[in-house]
């Protein structure tokens, strides 16, 4: 490309008089001259005003390029007549998409330009099976129900995020969503996650969530491991069959739903609304006696639910 031939040649020209005055600064040690060092502060002073020239003349030439890809890459949405805005953020030359993007008549999303770094609208890729955004840091939805991959490792704010076909989810740097919906993922890696409004996991078998601190719901009906160690509030805990349910931080929850836990262990528990439990579960009076003593304490508002195997009640306590 003409542009760039011309920066690397720029680039040599300054290399060679960074060259030439660095010979004068060094004549200058050796004879102490002080019309060398003159010069020298006159060259230096030359080439510096040219560096920060070609500085701005390179950002200009960047921003037009860049901005050229970005609109192309929008031209091949499908919601062609919605309207879009596209921000530059100067601080890291990086792009901010203001406008809802629709990509549904596509399997692959294989272009998506790495200078965007936050999405503001939706982005709706249904049908497409790799999604690749590596440098996007920050989301409304995302929508992309029949991926089979998903690469975001460096989002850390998301508001919706739908893949539930996803066997791997991957989100090193996500510290805030609205909701995950992850029904066949396998493995789920969100080391950083400290807020969430809901989580539906429903093949995962072991759900580990380290610094997650708040919560509305968590599903993961068929984890038999659960680590969330900073787990402080929930308004809904799902997981039917974990063995141990250790929460050591919970405090509030609503519903929690553990029907063939074998043990509990809520140690600063103060307040749960109702409790589940089958009837099936060979643990089931222990677990009773814990339940109707949270009850005697005033930490147990509502019922113990016994349930069959149909998840129908069979008995209220």
């Not at 049908?127 to 840091?137: A, I, S, Y």
């Not at 066997?167 to 609205?178: F, G, H, I, S, V």
């Not at 680590?227 to 809904?236: R, T, V």
Request: glycine letters at 4%; charged letters at 30%.
């Amino acid at each position: 490309m003409p542009h760039c031939q011309t920066f690397k040649q720029k680039i040599k020209e300054l290399k060679g008089k960074a060259q030439s005055i660095a010979g004068l600064l060094l004549k200058y040690k050796e004879t102490g001259d002080e019309k060398i060092a003159q010069q020298f502060e006159r060259e230096l002073d030359t080439i510096l005003k040219e560096i920060e020239k070609f500085k701005e003349e390179f950002k200009e030439e960047f921003k037009n390029k860049a901005t050229q890809l970005i609109e192309e890459f929008i031209k091949r949405r499908d919601n062609k007549n919605d309207r879009v805005k596209i921000i530059l953020d100067e601080t890291d030359f990086r792009f901010i998409i203001d406008g809802a993007l629709v990509f549904n008549s596509r399997t692959h999303l294989n272009d998506f330009p790495n200078l965007i770094k936050e999405l503001r609208g939706n982005l709706s890729a249904n049908e497409v099976q790799t999604l690749d955004l590596p440098k996007l840091r920050k989301a409304k939805d995302i929508d992309a129900r029949n991926a089979q991959t998903i690469n975001l490792p460096n989002l850390e704010e998301a508001k919706r995020i739908y893949v539930i076909k996803v066997q791997t989810l991957n989100l090193p740097e996500l510290r805030k969503a609205w909701s995950i919906s992850a029904d066949n993922a396998q493995t789920i890696n969100l080391p950083n996650l400290e807020e969430l409004e809901g989580i539906y996991a429903k093949k995962i078998q072991t759900l580990d969530l380290p610094k997650l601190r708040k919560a509305n719901i968590i599903s993961a009906d068929n984890a038999q491991t659960v680590n969330l160690p900073n787990l402080e509030e929930a308004k809904g805990i799902h997981v039917d069959n974990v063995q141990i349910l250790d929460l050591p931080k919970l405090r509030k929850t609503g519903e929690i739903h553990a029907n063939n836990v074998k043990a509990l262990n809520l140690p600063n528990i103060i307040e749960i609304s109702d409790i589940y439990f089958y009837e099936n579960n060979p643990n089931l009076e222990s677990l009773l006696n814990q339940a109707r003593e949270w009850r005697e304490k005033g930490i147990l508002k509502g019922k113990i639910y016994i349930l069959n195997e149909g998840d129908k009640v069979v008995r209220e306590l």
